[in-house]
């Protein structure tokens, strides 16, 4: 330490070759835990008597001084090593790599916000799930239905962000009022990067279903591609989610009958060579996402009342009000829980009955006591209530695979 003085006597019995520590005075008596070694031989304590002041502050003080005449002296580079022998980085190193972090952490985060993971996380789990519909044994659970999967989903997925990102694209002025966080309404990507963005998930979409060779799976995708494109896209007799009903029949047509039935397909007879069929779980599941794509189709345009109504989108939250739709919603959903309540306790099979009897029933009833304590008032409210019925949606498709 710099306030650490000693004397020239002291020092000079640290010298090499010293014979023997000269006396010591009272006052520069260290503490009786203190001590130093000498060439090698045992420690030899510094002081055995009291101190006058903060014994402690003074050993302190000793290993410090200590330190700082037996430390290597730094060299004028840009790092040095640890006691472990791992590089240090200096000021300005650590600033170039938090500089050249930062960039990549906002691109990463646009971008996620312009996939609309709520999305992505659903189409993912809607295509697992069904595609687990047409395992018949766990023999059937192999590499090659992994690798199945694995095309469907990630083809899929590329024409998920084509759609939301075109979406986003023709909407960047009512996004300024519903979602300004969304990186093409708040100014972080131009145009420009949105076009070059939806094309080159398009083609990747395309280009993977066509490798694949799967006629089912590339169906899918044509489909959703255009009726994606015509719910969009601001040209004359398209951008069909200007009216309400179209706008529904349109998400419908893609969650409840393209995801369901493609895909399933995709497995069924391309991954595993077996014949078409329409089994009792692909019907019920058909069915109750019927229900389901409805909600969303319809919920989605509550918090987003007040843009919708400025550039003249006629949902029907804006015809017939937050609160009546919201209502709508809830009991739309309920009434497809007490059919999959039904579906499940005619099942032959014991486990799946109760699994989707308990399940359904468990459901439901959050459903209903969320539903209770909402304030309608509140967009907060309202967005938060929508992102629990896609948590809704998630759960429903970990119970369908349940479905025997």
Same mark, same amino acid.
């Given at each position: 330490?710099? +306030?650490?003085?000693?004397?020239?006597?002291?020092?000079?019995?640290?010298?090499?070759?010293?014979?023997?520590?000269?006396?010591?005075?009272?006052?520069?008596?260290?503490?009786?835990?203190?001590?130093?070694?000498?060439?090698?031989?045992?420690?030899?304590?510094? @002081?055995?008597?009291?101190?006058?002041?903060?014994?402690?502050?003074?050993?302190?003080?000793?290993?410090?001084?200590?330190?700082?005449?037996?430390?290597?002296?730094?060299?004028?580079?840009?790092? @040095?090593?640890?006691?472990?022998?791992?590089?240090?980085?200096?000021?300005?190193?650590?600033?170039?790599?938090?500089?050249?972090?930062?960039?990549?952490?906002?691109?990463?985060?646009?971008?996620?916000?312009?996939?609309?993971?709520?999305?992505?996380?659903?189409?993912? *789990?809607?295509?697992?799930?069904?595609?687990?519909?047409?395992?018949?044994?766990?023999?059937?659970?192999?590499?090659?239905? *992994?690798?199945?999967?694995?095309?469907?989903?990630?083809?899929?997925?590329?024409?998920?962000?084509?759609?939301?990102?075109?979406?986003?694209?023709?909407?960047?002025?009512?996004?300024?009022?519903?979602?300004?966080?969304?990186?093409?309404?708040?100014?972080?990507?131009?145009?420009?990067?949105?076009?070059?963005?939806?094309?080159?998930?398009?083609?990747? @979409?395309?280009?993977?279903?066509?490798?694949?060779?799967?006629?089912?799976?590339?169906?899918? *995708?044509?489909?959703?591609?255009?009726?994606?494109?015509?719910?969009?896209?601001?040209?004359?007799?398209?951008?069909?989610?200007?009216?309400?009903?179209?706008?529904?029949?349109?998400?419908?047509?893609?969650?409840?009958?393209?995801?369901?039935?493609?895909?399933?397909?995709?497995?069924?007879?391309?991954?595993?060579?077996?014949?078409?069929?329409?089994?009792?779980?692909?019907?019920?599941?058909?069915?109750?996402?019927?229900?389901? +794509?409805?909600?969303?189709?319809?919920?989605?345009?509550?918090?987003?009342?007040?843009?919708?109504?400025?550039?003249?989108?006629?949902?029907? +939250?804006?015809?017939?009000?937050?609160?009546?739709?919201?209502w709508i919603c809830v009991g739309l959903l309920e009434m497809a829980y007490c059919v999959a309540i039904l579906m499940g306790a005619t099942?032959?099979?014991?486990?799946?009955?109760?699994?989707?009897?308990?399940?359904?029933?468990?459901?439901?009833?959050?459903?209903?006591?969320?539903?209770? @304590?909402?304030?309608?008032? +509140?967009?907060?409210?309202?967005?938060?209530?929508?992102?629990?019925?896609?948590?809704?949606?998630?759960?429903?498709?970990?119970?369908?695979? *349940?479905?025997?």
């Amino acid at each position: 330490m710099d +306030s650490l003085r000693l004397r020239p006597s002291l020092l000079a019995a640290r010298a090499p070759g010293a014979a023997s520590l000269p006396p010591l005075r009272r006052d520069h008596f260290l503490p009786p835990l203190c001590s130093i070694h000498r060439n090698g031989k045992r420690p030899v304590s510094l @002081s055995s008597q009291r101190t006058q002041g903060p014994s402690f502050d003074q050993c302190q003080k000793f290993f410090g001084w200590k330190s700082s005449h037996h430390r290597i002296p730094h060299r004028p580079t840009a790092s @040095s090593a640890d006691a472990s022998g791992q590089p240090l980085q200096s000021s300005a190193e650590a600033h170039d790599s938090s500089s050249i972090w930062k960039p990549i952490s906002s691109s990463l985060d646009a971008f996620y916000r312009f996939s609309r993971p709520h999305t992505v996380i659903g189409t993912a *789990l809607s295509i697992v799930s069904v595609s687990l519909l047409a395992v018949e044994n766990l023999s059937d659970v192999s590499p090659l239905f *992994l690798t199945g999967l694995l095309e469907a989903v990630v083809a899929a997925l590329f024409m998920n962000i084509y759609i939301v990102g075109l979406n986003q694209l023709f909407d960047i002025e009512i996004d300024k009022v519903n979602k300004p966080t969304l990186p093409l309404a708040s100014g972080e990507y131009s145009p420009a990067t949105g076009v070059a963005l939806v094309s080159a998930f398009a083609a990747m @979409s395309f280009g993977l279903g066509w490798a694949v060779g799967s006629q089912p799976l590339f169906l899918a *995708l044509f489909i959703s591609f255009i009726l994606g494109t015509a719910y969009s896209i601001n040209l004359p007799f398209l951008r069909w989610k200007r009216s309400a009903v179209v706008a529904a029949l349109c998400i419908l047509a893609v969650r409840a009958v393209i995801v369901q039935l493609a895909f399933f397909l995709h497995i069924q007879t391309f991954v595993f060579r077996r014949p078409a069929v329409f089994t009792r779980p692909l019907i019920f599941a058909t069915a109750f996402m019927t229900f389901f +794509s409805v909600v969303i189709a319809l919920f989605k345009d509550i918090p987003d009342i007040e843009g919708d109504r400025i550039f003249g989108i006629k949902s029907f +939250s804006v015809r017939l009000g937050q609160k009546k739709v919201f209502w709508i919603c809830v009991g739309l959903l309920e009434m497809a829980y007490c059919v999959a309540i039904l579906m499940g306790a005619t099942s032959a099979c014991l486990w799946s009955k109760y699994a989707t009897v308990v399940g359904h029933a468990i459901l439901a009833a959050i459903l209903w006591n969320r539903s209770r @304590s909402i304030d309608l008032t +509140s967009k907060t409210a309202i967005t938060s209530f929508y992102m629990f019925i896609w948590k809704l949606f998630y759960a429903e498709y970990l119970l369908i695979p *349940l479905v025997r």
